[in-house]
């Protein structure tokens, strides 16, 4: 895995850059439509950036993107004015997916085990793991009194001191759809775990690491598809609770 973090807290800053620069929001969207060969090089941009960073990680340089979309360095900063509003656009587009695959398995399968196990191969198949975006992966041990209210997730809340929790590094109102996604797929865990299907101990951070473990970059698309699964199989039957 290669997800690495990035100084987010720029990315908000540069907003009033991008407004500047490209006459759009600071989330890489412009208020006016673009022309037809303007709109082909953020498509060619972004979908170079999601390869780059699913490939290297965030810490990619933009000069790897530009060489992946074909386009110059300079157009990707028009549309882009630093490297963090291209990650943050990145981030927040996977998370909306990712909450989106989270809530079609809330709302198709009845079984709460089917419709976790089913988030997370459809996650993980999608290559989503390379892409979750750091505060959603920063996990830490932490004394329950130590953490700050809006840091805790409900459902961990009443769990042992020391445990392995998310820690969000954002409030949120500026998490870039992170909160709605601990939202839905806390609702996947605690289906799971009242039905006795899911070990006691597993947490949403558990479940979200579980999508970046297993979602590993091999240069042959099959053998990645083939490692996934297989990985997955066996950390399914890692978080699945076992009769005593």
Do not use: C
Request: glycine share 8%; proline share 6%.
């Amino acid at each position: 895995m290669h997800v690495q973090d990035s100084r987010w807290s720029s990315a908000v800053a540069s907003g009033a850059t991008m407004s500047a620069v490209s006459g759009g929001r600071p989330d890489g969207t412009r208020t006016t439509p673009l022309r037809v060969d303007a709109q082909r090089n953020l498509e060619h941009v972004l979908r170079a950036a999601r390869e780059v960073f699913g490939e290297l990680g965030y810490g990619a340089p933009m000069e790897d993107v530009a060489r992946r979309a074909r386009v110059g360095v300079g157009t990707v900063y028009r549309r882009f004015p630093s490297k963090d509003v291209l990650v943050r656009r990145i981030a927040e587009e996977e998370t909306s997916r990712l909450t989106e695959q989270a809530r079609a398995a809330l709302g198709q399968e009845d079984e709460p085990w089917s419709a976790l196990s089913r988030f997370l191969r459809t996650s993980v198949a999608s290559g989503a793991g390379r892409l979750l975006p750091p505060q959603v992966l920063r996990v830490g041990v932490a004394e329950e009194r130590g953490l700050p209210e809006h840091a805790r997730l409900p459902q961990q809340r009443t769990q042992p001191a020391g445990e392995l929790r998310l820690v969000p590094e954002e409030r949120a109102e500026d998490d870039g759809g992170a909160a709605e996604l601990l939202d839905v797929v806390g609702q996947l865990v605690e289906r799971a775990r009242a039905a006795g299907e899911l070990r006691a101990d597993v947490s949403v951070s558990d479940v979200l690491l579980v999508i970046a473990t297993a979602a590993p970059s091999l240069p042959d698309a099959a053998q990645q598809a083939a490692a996934s699964a297989r990985l997955l199989d066996i950390l399914l039957e890692g978080l699945r609770s076992r009769p005593s």
